[in-house]
C-alpha cells in the first residue's frame, strides 16, 4: 500500500468530458459545505463523466459522488486556513504535460476540442483548476501525516498484532547482474543508413512518394510507423534535444529534415504544422543493422566471459567492470538498479522481458547463456548474459526480510487513519446542508447530516 493510493481514492477523474444534455436540466443547490455550494450539474457531470470513461462507482452516485465533492472542499478550505498555494508554475507544467499527452493521443488541436466539445482555451481553463485542486488537496494531506515518524518497536508492535489473514504478501524478487556488449557498427552500415535516409527525403521533395507512405513500409518506430510516423503535437523538452532541434528548425509544413542521429538511430523529420510553442510532424527512424558476423563474434565473447566467471578465473563484478557497455551497472559490479524503487532487488516483471526470462529459472550464483534484447535506452538490440544474486520466493511478509515493507505498510495505514480521523472531525466542526431529497443515503461519513 502506499500513500498515492489513498491520496487516490479522494480525487475523482480529473479527465474531461462535455454534457451536452446539461443546458436541459434544472440545476440547483443540493449540498452545502461551508462556504461552498454543491450544484446538481456538477453531480451529474461527475456521473456521466465516471460513466463515459468507465469507471465504477461502489453505491449510489447521487451519494458517493457529492460527499467525495465534500471531502474535497473540507481540504481546499483547510488550504486556505493554512496558507497552502501551489505555486503557478507546477500547476502550469503539469498542465502541459497533460495538454501533450491529449494532443498526442487524440492527434491535433482540432480533433481535441471537437472530442471534447470545447476550445483549447476552455480544456484547459477546466483542466488548470482540477490539476490546482488535485496538488493542493495532496499538499495538505502530507502536511497532516509529515510527523509521522515510526520506530523499529513500532513496527515491531504493528507486526506481531496483525491477525496471520492480514499480512501483506510480498512478491517473488530477485538481484541480477548484468554484462551487457552493444557491438560496434562499421561506419560503412553507418553510411548505407544514412543514404537510404536521403534517398528518402530525395523522393518526399521530388514529389514521387509520400513521406506518411515510405513511414509505414520502411521506419523502424513500430510505435508511430503504423501513423504514417506521426508524432502529434509535442512542445520543446518533449523528445531529445538532437530531435527537438531538428524538428523546430523547419518552418513550412511539409519539409523536410536533413539527416540527423539520435541515441536511437538516424531520423529524417517532416513538419505537418506549428503551432506557437508546439509542432506536429512524422519521422522515419532507422537503425543500422549488426551483421551476422558480428553477432556470432559478441555471442562468442560473452560466452568467454561467462565461462571465465564459472572457471573461478575472473569475478563477475571484474568482468562487468573491464567489458560491459551498460553505464548504468558498469560501475556496479553489473548490479541493475531497480529505476522504479531505487533498490536492487525487483518483480520478475519489472524486469526487461529478456532478462526476466533468463533468471527465472536459474539458482542463485547461477549465469545464464548469452542473449540478446532490446535496450529501451538506446532503442536498440544489445547482447547480454546475467547472474543471479539473489532471490527471495513469494511469501507473507516477516521482519527479518520485509521490515521496510512492514514500516512502509503500518506508515500507510497509520497516514489513512490520521486522514480519516481529520475529515470526520473537521466535518463535525463545518456547517454542512444537504438537501432532503439528497439525505437518503448510507454515507461513507455518518456526520454530514447532524442530529
Not at 18 to 23: E, H, I, R, T, V
Not at 69 to 78: C, E, N, P
Request: glycine fraction near 6%.
Amino acid at each position: 500500500m502506499q500513500l498515492k493510493k489513498i491520496y487516490g481514492v479522494l480525487f475523482l477523474s480529473c479527465s474531461l468530458f462535455s454534457l451536452q444534455a446539461q443546458s436541459n436540466m434544472i440545476d440547483g443547490v443540493v449540498w452545502v459545505v461551508g462556504d461552498n455550494a454543491i450544484l446538481r450539474s456538477e453531480v451529474e457531470e461527475q456521473r456521466i463523466r465516471a460513466q463515459y470513461e468507465g469507471t465504477r462507482i461502489q453505491g449510489d452516485p447521487y451519494c458517493v459522488i457529492p460527499e467525495q465533492i465534500a471531502v474535497q472542499k473540507l481540504f481546499l478550505h483547510q488550504a486556505k486556513i493554512d496558507s497552502i498555494e501551489v505555486s503557478s508554475s507546477q500547476v502550469e507544467a503539469q498542465l502541459n504535460m497533460r495538454i501533450d499527452h491529449m494532443l498526442r493521443e487524440i492527434g491535433s488541436k482540432e480533433k481535441m476540442e471537437e472530442y471534447f466539445k470545447k476550445t483549447t482555451s476552455e480544456i484547459k481553463e477546466e483542466l488548470r483548476q482540477t490539476i490546482h485542486d488535485q496538488m493542493t488537496i495532496q499538499m495538505v494531506q502530507q502536511k497532516l501525516v509529515s510527523n509521522i515518524k515510526l520506530t523499529p518497536g513500532e513496527v515491531r508492535h504493528f507486526y506481531q498484532n496483525l491477525p496471520a489473514d492480514s499480512l501483506p504478501m510480498i512478491p517473488a524478487m530477485v538481484e541480477v547482474q548484468i554484462v551487457t556488449i552493444e557491438p560496434p557498427i562499421p561506419q560503412e552500415d553507418i553510411e548505407a543508413t544514412k543514404k537510404r535516409l536521403r534517398e528518402y527525403a530525395d523522393r518526399v521533395n521530388s514529389g514521387s512518394a509520400d513521406f506518411s507512405l515510405l513511414a509505414r513500409l520502411y521506419s523502424d518506430d513500430l510505435g508511430t510507423a503504423s501513423k504514417g510516423g506521426e508524432l502529434g503535437f509535442f512542445g520543446r523538452g518533449t523528445m531529445v534535444p538532437e530531435f527537438t532541434n531538428a524538428a523546430f528548425a523547419l518552418q513550412e509544413p511539409g519539409q523536410v529534415s536533413r539527416v540527423f542521429e539520435t541515441e536511437f538511430g538516424f531520423h529524417i523529420v517532416q513538419l505537418i504544422e506549428k503551432r506557437g510553442d508546439r509542432i506536429n510532424c512524422r519521422h522515419i527512424l532507422l537503425r543500422p543493422r549488426v551483421s551476422s558476423d558480428i553477432k556470432v563474434k559478441t555471442f562468442m565473447q560473452l560466452d568467454s566471459l561467462a565461462n571465465l566467471i564459472r572457471a573461478g578465473k575472473q569475478t563477475f563484478e571484474t568482468v562487468a567492470t573491464q567489458n560491459s557497455s551498460d553505464k548504468n551497472t558498469r560501475m556496479n559490479g553489473g548490479l541493475m538498479t531497480n529505476p522504479a524503487t531505487g533498490a536492487t532487488k525487483f518483480e520478475y516483471q519489472e524486469l526487461p522481458q529478456e532478462v526476466a526470462k533468463a533468471v527465472y529459472n536459474l539458482n542463485v550464483g547461477e549465469i545464464s547463456e548469452p542473449f540478446s534484447m532490446m535496450s529501451q535506452e538506446l532503442g536498440r538490440e544489445v547482447y547480454a548474459f546475467v547472474k543471479v544474486k539473489s532471490k527471495i520466493a513469494n511469501h507473507k511478509a516477516n521482519l527479518t526480510d520485509d521490515y521496510q515493507q512492514l514500516k512502509q505498510y503500518y506508515q500507510a495505514v497509520k497516514s489513512q487513519e490520521i486522514i480519516q480521523d481529520w475529515i470526520e472531525q473537521k466535518i463535525k466542526e463545518t456547517y454542512v446542508f444537504i438537501a432532503p431529497d439528497w439525505q437518503n443515503c448510507d454515507f461513507k461519513y455518518p456526520n454530514w447530516i447532524k442530529k
